[in-house]
């Protein structure tokens, strides 16, 4: 690789995709149940041990550079490997050279850090797992030789609780809401063990028997690892209530935590005139934060693991909310791990099969073709082991030791099971869309013409008119007359039916009540997003208040992995089995972020990186809203009442589209009547619009 003269500064470099997969290695084993360890259940990707980076340049005079590595090293020249160098400063000649440096770390991600005065690391150079296989190197914000990638950590501030009350003469600690960090005590005295027990709930805490996680220290041990006479436990743990048991003769000033966060940028707003709905949507911001960490996660307290299909939904939710690009592309890169492939990403047939939808997903949102250009490569892997699994009729089916998830609902998933064949023919449609970035034409059109082959075998086997939906399953050649909803969602999602289906699938199984009812937030985000594409941003608006005020009215602070009203008190709780098993923040209960920008502020890219996109507001029964979505480097902002609509851009090119039963007016632009009472603005960044309108009835 060509030296560069323009790098100011050096930064830490290692095999793309290695800091990602051994912080996942870490981070996968860190869940606990009552202080045991309970590891993920999947196979758990290593970096490599043994890599060699190479690099060219041509210096005018000589040069000395300062090298230090994440393992041992060893320097040379222009390919004489017997004269090699593991000095920390190192001379380089003038002229034009080949820099080799390999790098053995059998714990950590190797790594290297050289820093000279033009010669400097970063991702211009190469490296090797020695298997024929140079790369770019990968690299992220590592800017100091003091940093490695292995001392990565997130940051913590302090926070105090919100109020001690005693029970049963112990001390209950209430932070108020829902947190994630590390509890510290301070100035602990005497001689004694102390217990603590957390709770996502008062009566979780409150369940020394029953609660999910605890902790336990004796105050000897506390008083010789505290700093500054400050006890700091060595594990996060997520709670709201903390139960303190101690024995006689323990005491101690206070107690405290340390909150540990990723540092994102509050980049959306929203707010209408329904006081709940903007308590709603704070309320999911909050719930995405706190599982926006290393990586997207499920939930903080269980699973506390990087779930593909929960990812899927973080990741739009965050582009409609944070955009944090460095979580999303850790999340994408843990998530995909190594070849070769044995078992589907998190053993889940459908999880795979989502992984491509969501980079699909980051191209659309960002333009960042580079970073599909560096996994396109195990992008194709995974499609073949994938596509392996096809039967006799060409339809994906689970394997024995796979686990077709599509939901946690009562309905059987052998046999080819319609939903994976939509997620395969989205996932097909992708891989078309890679290969030709790619400048493959050839495997673009295989991937394209297969996808098409697909999605009518699919239509033409699973579609029932007499139900007007898509049939759940086809068993050894027999289509089974089940009916739920969730191919026809995504078959709706993905543009897939005529509008005569769409209509039906609407009338015949969103709004059945026969059909099978989705229980989780995790289903709902699906369903909820359908029923806006259908138009009925009116009955969205009221399952949001209902289901998700629902919870806020039983106290909730973030959103739940499931909610059923139907239950009562400590009842909602439970889960799998186990009386406080249920998540209280789970990533996927933050849906509401992405409903609300996406179909009721109405913002979407319509071509890479939002250099295009659409502007479709819809009050959905409120009497008026304003909110701002981001769009990579730049934001849309919009507002919009019964008379008014309001849009000012900051990049990129739009279309405001919208409804009126009158000729609207606009400051600015032409209006174009594109029929049926329907209008359009073409919006340019810098400008502010402002439409009058007359709403139709």
Not at 62 to 78: K, M, N, P, V, W
Not at 108 to 130: C, K, N, Q
Not at 517 to 540: N, Q
Not at 616 to 626: E, V, Y
Request: hydrophobic share 35%.
């Amino acid at each position: 690789m060509e030296q560069k003269m323009n790098r100011q500064t050096a930064t830490w470099i290692w095999y793309p995709g290695d800091f990602e997969i051994r912080l996942h290695e870490k981070m996968s084993v860190v869940r606990r149940a009552r202080g045991v360890m309970y590891p993920a259940y999947w196979r758990l990707d290593r970096c490599y041990s043994n890599i060699k980076f190479r690099y060219t340049y041509d210096l005018a005079k000589e040069e000395q550079i300062h090298i230090t590595a994440e393992g041992r090293f060893s320097f040379y020249l222009d390919g004489k490997d017997n004269y090699r160098s593991a000095d920390a400063v190192i001379t380089l000649p003038a002229g034009r050279h080949v820099i080799s440096v390999s790098v053995f770390n059998d714990v950590e991600a190797p790594a290297l850090f050289i820093d000279g005065p033009t010669v400097r690391t970063d991702s211009s150079w190469e490296v090797t797992s020695y298997q024929n296989d140079w790369m770019q190197a990968g690299s992220w914000t590592f800017d100091t030789m003091e940093y490695p990638p292995s001392q990565f950590r997130l940051p913590t501030t302090p926070l105090e609780p919100a109020t001690l009350t005693m029970r049963d003469g112990y001390p209950l600690l209430d932070f108020g809401r829902e947190t994630f960090g590390y509890l510290q005590f301070h100035n602990v005295t005497g001689t004694g063990t102390v217990r603590v027990y957390y709770g996502e709930s008062m009566a979780e805490a409150l369940s020394p028997d029953e609660c999910v996680t605890l902790d336990r220290f004796e105050a000897l041990e506390a008083t010789d690892n505290s700093e500054n006479g400050i006890y700091t436990f060595k594990e996060a743990k997520a709670y709201r209530y903390v139960w303190i048991h101690a024995d006689q003769g323990v005491g101690w000033e206070r107690i405290s935590m340390l909150y540990e966060y990723v540092p994102v940028t509050y980049r959306s707003s929203f707010q209408c005139s329904d006081p709940m709905m903007n308590k709603i949507y704070e309320m999911s911001l909050y719930t995405l934060h706190l599982n926006t960490r290393e990586f997207f996660l499920d939930g903080i307290k269980r699973d506390r693991w990087v779930w593909s299909g929960d990812a899927y939904q973080a990741f739009l939710m965050n582009y409609y909310s944070f955009f944090d690009l460095d979580v999303t592309r850790r999340t994408l890169v843990a998530l995909r791990g190594k070849d070769p492939l044995t078992m589907h990403i998190n053993t889940i047939l459908d999880y795979s099969l989502y992984w491509f939808i969501s980079l699909y997903d980051y191209y659309l949102y960002t333009g960042d073709f580079e970073f599909i250009q560096q996994y396109y490569d195990r992008a194709v892997s995974l499609m073949d082991f994938c596509l392996k699994q096809r039967n006799e009729e060409g339809m994906v089916e689970g394997r024995p030791q796979d686990w077709v998830f599509v939901d946690w609902a009562d309905f059987q998933n052998d046999g080819a099971v319609s939903t994976e064949q939509i997620l395969l023919v989205r996932g097909l449609e992708a891989m078309s869309r890679f290969a030709s970035l790619m400048g493959d034409e050839a495997a673009a059109g295989n991937y394209g013409d297969l996808a098409k082959e697909t999605i009518s075998k699919t239509l033409r086997i699973f579609w029932d008119e007499e139900k007007g939906g898509l049939l759940h399953h086809r068993v050894e050649g027999e289509t089974k007359p089940t009916l739920t909803k969730h191919a026809s969602m995504f078959a709706m999602t993905y543009g897939y039916l005529s509008q005569e289906q769409r209509d039906s699938v609407v009338r015949n199984v969103m709004l059945n009540p026969d059909v099978p009812k989705i229980r989780t937030p995790y289903m709902r985000f699906h369903e909820l997003a359908v029923l806006c594409e259908s138009g009925a941003h009116d009955l969205v608006r009221r399952e949001i208040l209902s289901y998700w005020g629902g919870m806020i009215e039983l106290g909730a602070t973030t959103f739940w992995e499931e909610y059923d009203p139907s239950l009562a008190d400590d009842e909602h709780f439970g889960m799998y089995d186990v009386k406080f098993g249920k998540s209280l923040c789970h990533a996927w209960g933050a849906g509401p972020i992405y409903i609300l920008g996406k179909y009721f502020l109405g913002v979407t890219p319509t071509s890479p990186g939002y250099e295009t996109y659409r502007i479709a507001p819809n009050l959905g029964g409120l009497a008026h809203m304003k909110g701002t979505v981001p769009t990579g480097a730049g934001q849309v902002s919009v507002e919009m009442s019964l008379s008014t609509i309001s849009v000012e851009s900051t990049t990129g090119t739009g279309v405001l589209t919208f409804s009126s039963a009158e000729s609207p007016v606009c400051n600015e632009g032409e209006v174009r009547d594109v029929g049926n009472g329907s209008y359009e603005v073409i919006i340019e960044a810098g400008n502010i619009y402002r439409v009058s309108y007359q709403p139709m009835k």
